[in-house]
């Protein structure tokens, strides 16, 4: 390979700041003067000052180990034109879509994906699309045989005039951009054309959808389909299109598969349909790379295959990087990011600092995996896998002859099988490999594969990875590879938070944890600290809750958890805040973005923290505790609307959900505390003298401001209102905690 490439495919540039390594460290240094202000005055003070100094603590770790990620920021730049010069001939390359809700995942959404996939700049013969529907919905298969119908038009359509937007929802959705080249009567006939056959084929998943099943009698191909249950039901394996003739400039391969399911047997969530995929493409195409996308998430860059390949297949890369993370990119967000889900900042600083370790987390969507990775080659033996070797690996795959050769073979390095192919032919092995009992007595889950025992398999997978040794990279083409629809409501941006706590918290009470993994073996040290700041997310819900409880119990008793106004010592926690909120707020600017969108995902810092987080800490608690077991809960999915008259987008919605009592609780105490601050009506046994001050109120006055749009909801209607029954609940609450304050209080 590397006779053949002469020019770089790929350049890894560290962008290092003085101004923001020296902002941390001060952030650093006023924590720890905090804490050891703390310390040396732990003695005078009571139990208020002893929460104080065990939140603060945890504070200053976490901002450690941000400190840690922040250190070696770095930006990969690739570069496709080198690739396809020094390359005489492009990998294989297989291509995962995952949904598992027709209702939360309509149809529609996982169809556009699947076409600009389908539709990629790489030749199509080294392509196969590869569909799990974990659902097993009927709707979904139909909308899928219509969509490679259309398919058949819209592929060569993009070639052609070189569409650059290959989702048709999104490129109808706009005017056509007419360039020199396209400027005919001929692309205007075409583009007509092509949007009028969209329109029909989303009329008739929208007709399939609103009548409940698809046009069909359930015989022939739809025959499978007759009286399945969602949780129970046989394999089905479907080919939809073959490029028969492997065609470069044709339809890539498209196959469905919903595996089997019965009750009482584990399923592994994403992980397991993740491992299902990976065995039934090993039998029908065995390409070399893997690449996995949330049905959502559709290709907003047509060279992305290209972009991946600059850096899987540079010289130094084969025994070097494991897989190549394209980060997640939003299209149609709210104006200033009201839910805070655009991550536009955190990617800017704190993944590019882990992409400056040991490589990017892998992120669950939009990666390129090398399948003998996933398969657990390590990079001590990617040089040295000889036949016997290879078996040896294999005997983990269980006991089907065909996978275990495929294995060998990608193991050894054979990119995919022979040209010409017949997939139909091994849809009888790949029902076998697709059981739900096959991975018993396997190593699937745990040693080969995506791994199991997290909802959060995505990080669980990464890490493992990393911890034979192998690095990973990020790449961030111009424009982005690929574009999801984020959670555009409360309930739906708090089902996802609280999923991902709860899952990273899983891999942290496991025998996953990364802290193990850097004592024994390769994980780096910092790439550790970088995974524990992401595992502990859900830990943060209890510290964070503590302290905003401190403020309130100390203007209800009368006391102080801060120093007082004459003393000097104030002075460290107001320039903390102060230059903590600068700091960020010119993070935000820097990154393009308003002052209303830093202050709206200041405000959901908080708000998700003590709620969803909350939420995500009691369901991993219960787990461990035997008294449950934590659940994957499908987000809704909804492509966005560009209708501008709506004048409630971005008000913050609710629903009956008990998630939404913590921050209704946390709001209407702290509204009483500033009521019993302004009038003065601490009991008169309180603490005499010693009592609460200006920075008690301000930290009320200020988590009242974040979480206003809970205030709002007291007074909305509909969907922007908190439900009646939340409210008494959340009221209740509030009432016995203020009514525990006072008894504290009175002695």
Known sequence: MASLISLPLYEKTPCKSTVQRTSDFIIFFLLLSLVTYRLLHLKNHGLTWLLAFLCESWFTFVWFLVLNIKWNRVIFKTYPDHLLQGVPELPSVDMFVTTADPVLEPPIITVNTVLSLLAVDYPAQKLACYVSDDGCSPLTYYSLVE????????????????????????????????????????????????????????????????????????????????????????????????????????????????????????????????????????????????????CDMFVNNPKVVLHAMCVLLDSKSESEIAYVQFPQRFYDGLKDDPYGNQVVVVYEYI?????????????????????KIIYGSSPDNVDSIDGKLAEVLSSGFGNSNELIKSAVDALKGKTGHEPYINLQSYVEAAYQIAGCGYEYGTSWGTKIGWIYGSTSEDVNTGQMIHKKGWRSAACTPDPPAFLGCAPSGGPTTMTQQKRWAAGLLEILFSKSCPIFGSLSVKLQWRQCLAYLWILTWGLRSIFELCYAALSAYCIIADSHFLPKVQEPALYIPVSLFITYNIYTLSEYLRAGQSVRAWWNNQRMARVTTMTAWLFGFLSVLLKLLGLSETVFEVTQKEQASNDGDDNDVGRFTFNESPIFVPGTTILLVHLTTLVVSLLKLQHPLAYDGNGSGPGEAFCSLWLVLCFWPFFKGLFGKGKHGIPKATIYKSATLAFLFIYWCRRIAMG
């Not at 470069?248 to 598969?257: A, F, K, M, R, T």
């Not at 993944?351 to 090398?370: K, L, N």
């Open 351 to 371: 993944a590019r600092g882990i992409d400056g370790i040991q490589g990017p987390v892998y992120g669950g969507t939009g990666c390129f995996h090398r399948r």
């Open 147 to 294: 969509a490679s119908k259309f398919a058949q038009l819209w592929v060569p359509f993009c070639r052609k005039y070189d569409i650059q937007v290959r989702a048709p929802f999104r490129y109808f959705s706009n005017d056509p951009i007419i360039t020199l080249s396209d400027s005919t009567k001929e692309f205007q006939h075409e583009w007509k054309r092509m949007k009028n056959e969209y329109e029909q084929l989303s009329n008739k998943i929208e007709v399939a959808i609103k009548n409940c099943v698809p046009p069909c009698d359930f015989t022939g191909d739809f025959a499978e389909f007759s009286n399945v249950e969602r949780k129970n039901h046989p394999t089905i394996i479907k080919v939809l299109w073959e490029n028969e003739e492997c065609l470069p400039d044709g339809l890539p391969h498209l196959v469905y598969i919903s595996r089997e399911k019965k009750h009482k047997h584990p399923h592994h969530y994403k992980a397991g349909a993740m491992n299902t995929l990976t065995r039934v493409s090993a039998l029908m195409t065995n390409a070399p790379y893997m690449l996995n996308v949330d």
